[in-house]
């Protein structure tokens, strides 16, 4: 795969995924520079989940985790020429490490093993400081078969 075609589809895997429903009702987007995707959760009201803290709810930032996960394996899959399809999840388990404050929220996917069906991915998502993660995602995939 050329270059230019390689960029053309990683972005096209990119534009997919921050296509999905409930990505855009997140605001969610996703930046490559390299090798490294970073998905950004821009803040907004709606995702409040406690207003008394004020935090953000669990479930966007295991969302924002999830999705970061699977862009993060299309994007490697689109590179080495198998194919930018979704995986689906397995398994997911989030660690919830602190309160999201009402900032904006980063994430990026460590793809720890990728076999020819199955991928362990590690997420981390943080807010002011990479250094300091406010939650954490451990999942399976099962990945798209290369029909």
């Keep these: 795969?050329?270059?230019?075609a390689e960029a053309?589809?990683?972005?096209?895997?990119?534009?997919?995924?921050?296509?999905v429903p409930y990505a855009r009702f997140l605001g969610l987007r996703l930046e490559l520079a390299g090798d490294e995707m970073t998905a950004i959760l821009p803040?907004?009201?709606?995702?409040?989940?406690?207003?008394m803290l004020p935090a953000i709810h669990g479930g966007?930032?295991?969302a924002l985790m999830e999705m970061t996960a699977l862009a993060q394996l299309a994007v490697s899959r689109s590179s080495a020429g198998q194919g930018g399809g979704l995986?689906?999840?397995i398994d997911v388990t989030v660690e919830y490490l602190r309160s999201g404050?009402?900032?904006?929220?980063?994430?990026?996917?460590?793809?720890?093993?990728?076999?020819?069906r199955i991928a362990n991915v590690h997420v981390e998502a943080w807010?002011?400081?990479?250094?300091a993660p406010i939650a954490a995602l451990h999942g399976h995939f099962l990945l798209p078969s290369e029909s």
Excluded: C, W
């Design 101 to 116: 404050r009402p900032v904006d929220t980063f994430a990026r996917a460590l793809i720890k093993r990728m076999g020819r």
């Design 8 to 19: 053309a589809s990683r972005a096209e895997v990119l534009a997919r995924i921050a296509d």
């Design 87 to 89: 995986a689906k999840p």
């Design 60 to 62: 966007v930032l295991g």
């Design 1 to 4: 795969m050329t270059p230019s």
């Design 43 to 51: 803040y907004h009201d709606r995702l409040i989940g406690n207003p």
């Design 127 to 131: 807010q002011e400081a990479r250094g």
